[in-house]
C-alpha cells in the first residue's frame, strides 16, 4: 500500500440545494491518500437537507449570503485550510475517484493547475444536447480569443496548490457560473502552459435537479468572454469571506 502523501488538502464543493446528491458526493471521495483532508461545502443557503448530510458525512459548512457559483469559490479558495486544493460539483458528475492520481501528478511534474477535460470522454446521459452544443461554442470561441489551448472551457473540476492564490493577478474576479473559464484564462495566461495543463477525466449524469439556467447562463459566459478580452469586466465584490458568515469549523449552528 502506498505511504499517505505528507500534505494538507482541502476538497470544495460549492452547493445550492443538492440533498439528493452531496452525500453520496462526499462518500466518492478517497480518504487514507494524505495526511489530512478537508471537505468543505461552501453553501449559498439552501433551503432543502443539503447542510445537514453534509455535517453528518464530517465534511465542514460554511455558509456564503451572497449569490452566485463563483462567489462561492472566491469565499472557499480563501478559507481552504489545505495547501491543495481540489474543486467538484456536488452532484455526482466529477469522478472522485481519480483525486489521488491528480494531486501525485501535480506533485511529481512540480505543476500549480490542473483543469479536467469533461468532454473527451462524456459519459452517455451526462450532457443534454444543448448541453454540449452550449459548451462547444464556449470553449470554441475562448480558444480563438485567448488562443490558450484549452478544449473544455467550462469544467468545474480542477487540481491547484493554494499558494498561487497569493498573487492577485491569478485571483478571479466573477461571481456567477463565468468565473470557471476565468480560472482557466488566468492560470495559462499567469501561471503558464509548462504549470498549468488539461486532463481528461470520464463526466457522468447528475443526480438531482440541475439549478443551472441554460440561456441565461450561457449568455453571460460568452458576454465574459469578449468583456474581459477588452478590459471591461468588473469585479463586484471583494475577494475573501464575510467575517460574520457561519462556519461549522468555529462552532456556528450551519444546519
Known sequence: MTDPLPISVTVILPTYNEEA???????SIPTGWCDEMEILIVDGN???????????????????????????????????????????????????????????????????FITCDRLTKAEDGSMSGL???????????????????????????????????????????????????????????????KKAIEIAVPYRERVGEAVIHTWGDGWKNLRFLYFKRIGLNRTRTPWGHLEDSKDSMKGDDTK
Open 46 to 112: 439552501s433551503t432543502d437537507k443539503t447542510r445537514e448530510i453534509a455535517l453528518e458525512k464530517g465534511a465542514r459548512v460554511h455558509i456564503e449570503p451572497r449569490k452566485g457559483y463563483g462567489r462561492a469559490y472566491r469565499t472557499a479558495f480563501d478559507i481552504a485550510k489545505g495547501d491543495y486544493i481540489i474543486t467538484m460539483d456536488a452532484d455526482c458528475t466529477y469522478p472522485a475517484e481519480v483525486v489521488p492520481d491528480l494531486v501525485r501528478k501535480l506533485l511529481d511534474e512540480d505543476l500549480d
Open 131 to 193: 448541453h454540449g452544443f452550449g459548451n462547444w461554442v464556449l470553449s470554441f470561441t475562448a480558444r480563438m480569443l485567448y488562443w490558450y489551448g484549452i478544449k473544455d472551457s467550462q469544467s468545474g473540476m480542477w487540481v491547484f496548490r493554494k499558494s498561487i492564490m497569493d498573487n492577485p493577478k491569478m485571483r478571479p474576479t466573477n461571481d456567477g457560473m463565468p468565473l470557471s473559464q476565468e480560472m482557466k484564462i488566468l492560470a495559462r495566461k499567469v501561471l503558464g502552459k
Open 21 to 27: 446528491a452531496v452525500g453520496l458526493t462526499i462518500d
